[in-house]
């Protein structure tokens, strides 16, 4: 199947991929035809890629970082609880207790990432109208506990980093969702309530039961920055712990590459780049390169040029080389079809580089 983003989709298309709706019933599935309605509704949810299939590329099938069941899952309790987090406090109002809810929820996510070795971090939020939030709060919580995996924690610490990543965002669930989900530059005021989540978050989760005090400080730290030009205390360096520091990397990526009311997503290569430009500033170089090396820059069934001029789909990403797909190749330098498509190994022909990535010049 192939990538196509939703400016480019065409009446006629047929989805590669289910579609699931806010509520995680199978909106479309398979197969379904695409209208122009379709199209309109979907683009109104703000997806800005979706899986469609194509003959020529049917064998290039995406695999998500975990398994699809696990993510469902994942999004309904999010949901759920994080709806109820919402609430106004009313006397005999039962709370969840987040503890105990999200603890099997990072363990079995901890069970799908350990059981890929060579999982990479692939763009999500294909296929997904979830709300922002709740995608937002799983996906950094997938990212972060591979790169800990990466980086060597035990079972035990990645744990708590988990369920630090997965609740780092808690606190927004008291903010107005109007100043959440507003269309338009916030206002400065606007700007100083939303730098309030931290500091929320953090008082909701520090006496929670189940919920160990280091993680409760990731949703307290997430926005520090290395040379203290974070929020909301400005601590800076080792005064930030360690597990913030990989959230507030995390964070930011997925924050870039999703589609927002007020921006269109970044891609994984130009969102890489806006991180290593707070390198050492902002973020830990170390933890920068851990990213790195773990990111599939090149999301799978997107359509590349190559500096042959000719035009085709990444087909396969390799574990250790991210930088250097194999592409599909469609057509030729003048942008005829071929006849019969061919798979080139971007890791063997080091000659030949991507030059373009779904239509826009690739930098660096
Ligand atoms: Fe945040």
């Given at each position: 199947m192939r990538l196509i983003p939703i400016n480019s989709l065409q009446p006629g298309m047929k989805l590669g991929k289910k579609i699931y709706n806010e509520e995680g019933i199978v909106l479309l599935s398979e197969n379904a035809e695409l209208t122009e309605a379709i199209i309109r509704r979907l683009r109104s949810h703000g997806l800005n890629y979706v899986y469609v299939a194509d003959p020529r590329t049917d064998d290039i099938v995406p695999v998500d970082m975990i398994e699809e069941s696990t993510r469902r899952r994942a999004l309904m309790e999010i949901r759920t609880n994080f709806r109820k987090m919402t609430e106004p406090a009313v006397k005999g109002l039962v709370y969840p207790y987040l503890g105990k809810t999200f603890s099997g929820l990072v363990e079995e996510i901890m069970d799908d990432l350990s059981s890929r070795e060579d999982a990479m971090i692939m763009m999500m939020n294909i296929n997904s109208m979830d709300q922002y939030l709740y995608r937002h709060s799983l996906n950094v919580c997938i990212y972060t506990i591979l790169l800990g995996q990466v980086h060597g924690y035990s079972k035990s610490e990645l744990k708590l980093l988990g369920l630090g990543a997965l609740l780092h965002d808690i606190g927004k669930t008291k903010l107005p969702l109007k100043l959440l989900t507003k269309p338009d530059k916030l206002t400065d005021e606007e700007y100083e309530q939303i730098k309030l989540h931290p500091e929320i978050g953090f008082k909701m989760l520090k006496d929670e039961p189940g919920i160990p005090l280091i993680s409760a400080h990731c949703a307290y730290q997430h926005h520090e920055r290395l040379n203290g030009s974070g929020y909301p205390r400005g601590i800076k360096g080792e005064e930030i712990s360690e597990f913030a520091r990989w959230i507030a990397i995390t964070d930011s990526y997925d924050a870039m590459t999703t589609h927002r009311v007020y921006r269109s997503a970044m891609l994984p290569h130009q969102a890489l780049e806006v991180l290593y430009t707070g390198c050492?500033?902002?973020?830990?170089?170390?933890?920068?390169?851990?990213?790195?090396?773990?990111?599939?820059?090149?999301?799978?069934?997107?359509?590349?040029?190559?500096?042959?001029?000719?035009?085709?789909?990444?087909?396969?990403?390799?574990?250790i080389f991210p930088q250097r797909p194999v592409v599909r190749v469609l057509t030729d330098p003048y942008g005829e079809d071929l006849k019969t498509p061919y798979d080139l190994d971007l890791s063997e022909q080091l000659s030949i580089v991507i030059t373009e990535v779904d239509g826009m010049n690739q930098i660096g």
């Open positions: 050492d500033l902002l973020y830990e170089k170390s933890k920068l390169e851990v990213f790195r090396d773990r990111v599939a820059i090149y999301p799978l069934g997107m359509m590349v040029k190559l500096s042959t001029g000719e035009k085709g789909i990444i087909a396969k990403i390799h574990g």
